[in-house]
Structure formats: structure tokens, C-alpha cells
């Protein structure tokens, strides 16, 4: 089957830097997604990998190893808006989306 | 970049009365939208996938019947939740992509459905 894997939840510091995992294990892959939900809201889109390595933007980073089907998210400064779920998600060998349940990251002063 | 519009916003309706949500892709065409359902602190459950001038296809659980999907135009696909319950109370998102199978999801704002 198809599975995604990201922990459920994290606790970091406010301007402390935060790194979620995601593994994955899915039927094909055409790239990873990272969005970011707020409590009752929509997600909004954050990142994109679907090449080995990282990929900067402003605070937020994305690494993707595909042998080891595996990324993780970096968050840097973090600062209290950065409080949200994260969600992981992979397209899969039909473009499908797998989702992962999300991890909710709580920042504390 | 692209935006989907998502309305409304929130609606309470009674028991038994039908709900229509409505999602645009205002910057782009989407031969392609998503509903998503998303219960209280779980992740996001995919409902149904919306075609442009073809039927919709649902996730296996989702009754076809009760949630009618309609994706009449490039830019516009609604979600009617038919005879509405209690437990049909939740959020509803709908998402839709740009040009290309690797362009990611953009989601509309979602929609808070409380049945009483």
C-alpha cells in the first residue's frame, strides 16, 4: 500500500530552527509536496521537490532524497505565526495525491 | 499566482435541507478540481475528484448520491451535500491545479458546514 509518514506533533522555540520528516513509501513518484494549514483554514502551498537536495525559500527550506524516500521541512527563525499543521504529500506514478495525517508544530516564547 | 475562490465561507443549515458550495478557479482553467472533507484535528480526506464535462469520481465510502458534484465550466465545480445530518458537519475544501500534472494544489478558503 501507500503510506506517509510525519510525526503528529512538535514543540519548538520562538526563533529556534524545526525540522520535520517525511518518509514515504508510494507507488511511483512524480514529486513532494509541503503545505502549511493554519487551525481553520485551508492549506497554502509551500514547496515543491521532485529532484534530490535542497530547496531554499526565504525561511523555509525542503530536502528530498528519493533513494531513501525521505524529506523534511526546515523551518528557521521561527517566529509564533509559524504555528500549523504541515502536511507532507506525494504525487504519486498517476499524479494522485498521497497525504500524510500532518504534523502540528506549537511555538512557544 | 493561481486562486481559487471558495463560497461561502460558512453555513449552518437544518436537517434535511441541501447545501450547495461553490469553487472557482479565477486566474486559471481547471479541467481537473478536488473536494477534500476535513473532520477536527484530522488530515484532509479526498472526496472526489471533479472533471470538466464528464462525471465526477468518487473515493470509495463517498455516496455519489448524497454529494453531488457538478463541473459544468473550466472555472466553476460545485459540491451540493443533499439532505444534510449532523454528521455531515464539517469542512469541505476544493482545490485545483495550474497547467501541468507536477504544478501543485491551490485550495480555496474551505467551507465550514454545521448541520443542526
Known amino acids: 500500500g501507500q503510506n506517509i509518514d510525519q510525526p503528529t506533533e512538535m514543540t519548538a522555540t520562538e526563533g529556534a530552527i524545526v525540522q520535520i520528516n517525511c518518509t514515504y513509501q508510494t507507488s511511483g513518484f512524480n514529486g513532494l509536496f509541503w503545505y502549511q494549514q493554519h487551525a481553520g483554514e485551508a492549506p497554502t502551498f509551500l514547496s515543491y521537490n521532485v529532484l534530490d537536495g535542497l530547496e531554499e525559500k526565504g525561511r523555509f527550506s525542503s530536502f528530498l532524497s528519493r533513494s531513501k524516500g525521505y524529506s523534511y521541512l526546515l523551518l528557521k527563525e521561527l517566529q509564533m505565526k509559524d504555528s500549523a499543521s504541515y502536511l507532507c504529500a506525494v504525487s504519486d506514478s498517476n499524479y494522485q495525491l498521497i497525504w500524510g495525517a500532518g504534523t502540528k508544530l506549537i511555538i512557544k516564547p | 499566482g493561481a486562486v481559487v475562490s471558495q463560497h461561502p465561507s460558512w453555513v449552518i443549515c437544518k436537517s434535511g435541507t441541501s447545501v450547495k458550495i461553490e469553487c472557482r478557479s479565477l486566474d486559471f482553467q481547471a479541467t481537473t478540481m478536488f473536494w477534500y472533507r476535513q473532520f477536527p484535528k484530522q488530515s484532509l480526506m479526498l472526496m472526489a475528484t471533479?472533471?470538466?464535462?464528464?462525471?465526477?469520481?468518487?473515493e470509495q465510502g463517498v455516496e455519489k448520491d448524497k454529494f453531488l458534484i457538478n463541473h459544468a465550466s473550466l472555472t466553476l465545480s460545485t459540491l451540493t451535500v443533499t439532505s444534510a445530518h449532523p454528521e455531515d458537519s464539517s469542512f469541505y475544501i476544493c482545490?485545483?491545479?495550474?497547467?501541468?500534472?507536477?504544478?501543485?494544489?491551490?485550495f480555496g478558503n474551505g467551507t465550514r458546514l454545521t448541520v443542526t
Open positions: 471533479s472533471n470538466e464535462g464528464s462525471k465526477a469520481t468518487y
Open positions: 482545490s485545483a491545479s495550474g497547467q501541468g500534472a507536477t504544478s501543485p494544489l491551490h
